[in-house]
């Protein structure tokens, strides 16, 4: 049974743009929709960009088991993969990958049997400077953001593989390498 890849790293790691560069060599790999109960933003569409779902959905599929890992944020926004998800991914014949924040990541190595982790981590200051660049935030945001990677960054060690995302196309070589290898190993 193929693996279940799941890519974690602090904000500013630049996780989303080497999956997309993944995705696009290694097709087999898709990338699972998460669920969330923030609204919907001019341009998403649900079932793409996520699974947008009430605040009361979610939590009775809480309840009832429906999520493999999930998280609410301070603002009260919740998100969260479906195990409906990993499950039409398979049944398509495809490998999962997961984007998930680093505890959602050690929640998912803990509960999938031959789950792969892989921990993208990049210089604090490159961090950052991502973040600055992103002007999606404000400052005082920005430097909890830092702090946060800070500490992440510290846990790097607890996941299977750590690539360093210096230049982005060394780093995807990297993780690249990292998938095809573990597809090899599961067979």
Same mark, same amino acid.
Request: glycine share 10%; hydrophobic share 40%.
């Given at each position: 049974?193929?693996p279940?890849f799941?890519i974690?790293?602090p904000?500013?790691?630049g996780?989303g743009?080497l999956?997309?560069?993944?995705?696009?060599?290694?097709?087999?790999?898709?990338?699972?929709?998460?669920?969330?109960?923030?609204?919907?933003?001019p341009?998403?569409?649900?079932?793409?960009?996520?699974?947008?779902?009430?605040?009361?959905?979610?939590?009775?599929?809480?309840? #009832? @088991?429906? +999520?493999?890992?999930? *998280?609410r944020?301070?603002?009260?926004?919740?998100?969260?993969?479906l $195990?409906?998800? &990993?499950?039409?991914?398979?049944?398509?014949?495809?490998?999962?990958?997961?984007?998930?924040?680093?505890?959602?990541a050690?929640?998912?190595?803990?509960?999938?049997?031959?789950?792969?982790?892989?921990?993208?981590?990049?210089?604090?200051g490159?961090?950052?400077?991502?973040?600055?660049?992103?002007?999606?935030e404000?400052?005082?945001?920005?430097?909890?953001?830092?702090?946060l990677?800070?500490?992440?960054?510290?846990? #790097? @060690?607890? +996941?299977d593989?750590? *690539?360093?995302?210096?230049?982005?196309?060394?780093?995807?070589?990297? $993780?690249?390498r &990292?998938?095809?290898?573990?597809?090899?190993?599961?067979?």
């Amino acid at each position: 049974m193929p693996p279940v890849f799941v890519i974690t790293g602090p904000s500013g790691a630049g996780k989303g743009t080497l999956i997309r560069e993944l995705l696009e060599r290694v097709p087999q790999l898709e990338l699972a929709v998460s669920a969330t109960t923030r609204g919907i933003r001019p341009g998403e569409q649900d079932g793409v960009d996520y699974w947008f779902v009430s605040q009361d959905d979610f939590e009775r599929r809480v309840a #009832a @088991g429906d +999520f493999l890992e999930h *998280v609410r944020y301070v603002s009260g926004r919740c998100y969260g993969t479906l $195990l409906s998800e &990993v499950e039409r991914i398979a049944g398509c014949g495809r490998v999962c990958v997961l984007e998930l924040e680093t505890e959602g990541a050690l929640e998912v190595h803990e509960r999938v049997p031959g789950a792969v982790t892989i921990f993208i981590s990049a210089p604090v200051g490159e961090l950052e400077r991502r973040l600055r660049a992103r002007a999606t935030e404000s400052d005082g945001e920005i430097d909890d953001r830092v702090a946060l990677a800070r500490s992440q960054l510290r846990q #790097a @060690g607890l +996941f299977d593989h750590v *690539v360093e995302n210096d230049r982005v196309e060394r780093a995807v070589d990297e $993780l690249e390498r &990292v998938v095809r290898r573990e597809l090899e190993r599961a067979g």
